[in-house]
């Protein structure tokens, strides 16, 4: 368990006495978004049109927040089009790492034996948690976003008509205040085009 400080691993966990005991997460550092042409999103750069085969997932199994985006990747009939590694369950004194436990697997896009080297892969210079989910582009070699309920929006809405809409205009207010409710983000969360064309080659 620990944290990068400018691009070195440093094997400490939160300071809850600095938050009066409380577990207070840091933003998520990456928020770009892959819509279906290459836009930009609501926030970070564009560059990232939704095209099969070109971003990958690094989850673990252990983790609530990677869950929903294996479960939207699902729903949405993106097995074949987004590839995924899952870490080891148990996160240790380096963080996440790959690794044989069952369920688990190699980094087979950029080979790393740790998730943090992954994140150094995309800012050498990297300070902040190493968390799961991460959407990794593999064609610019870098991360697209590390915060999951961004992630299953654009997986919701970027790559075509496929598999169910779950964030309806009818339902969006409400699902956004769920969210909201249930891990209160500090960008301000905003809608996402979804009516995209088709998944793109
Ligand atoms: N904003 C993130 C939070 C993800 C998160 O906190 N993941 C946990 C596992 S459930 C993690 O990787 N924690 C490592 C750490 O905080 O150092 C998201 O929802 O995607």
Redesign the pocket.
Same mark, same amino acid.
């Given at each position: 368990?620990?944290?990068l400080v400018d691009g070195v691993w440093h094997d400490q966990?939160?300071d809850t006495k600095e938050t009066g005991g409380r577990f207070v997460?840091?933003?998520?550092a990456f928020r770009h978004w892959v819509t279906a042409d290459g836009a930009a999103g609501p926030s970070g750069e564009g560059g990232f049109p939704a095209q099969a085969g070109r971003y990958h997932l690094y989850v673990?199994l252990?983790?609530? !927040?990677?869950h929903?985006?294996l479960i939207v990747r699902a729903l949405k009939g993106l097995e074949d089009a987004i590839t995924v590694s899952v870490v080891d369950p148990h996160?240790g004194h380096e963080? !996440?790492v790959f690794g044989d436990s069952p369920g688990a697997g190699p980094d087979t896009v950029t080979g790393a034996t740790r998730?943090y080297e992954v994140y150094l892969k995309a800012d050498p210079h990297y300070t902040g948690?190493?968390?799961?989910?991460?959407l990794w582009d593999k064609l610019r070699g870098t991360i697209v976003?590390?915060?999951?309920?961004?992630?299953i929006r654009m997986l919701n809405g970027a790559f075509g008509d496929r598999g169910p809409d779950l964030y309806p205009d009818d339902l969006a207010a409400e699902i956004d205040a769920l969210n909201a409710r249930v891990?209160p983000?500090t960008l301000e969360m905003q809608r996402t085009p979804h009516s995209a064309p088709a998944l793109a080659a």
């Open positions: 368990m620990g944290l966990w939160y997460r840091k933003d998520a673990s252990a983790c609530p !927040w990677a929903r985006t996160m963080g !996440w998730l948690r190493v968390t799961v989910p991460v976003s590390n915060e999951s309920a961004e992630i891990y983000p």
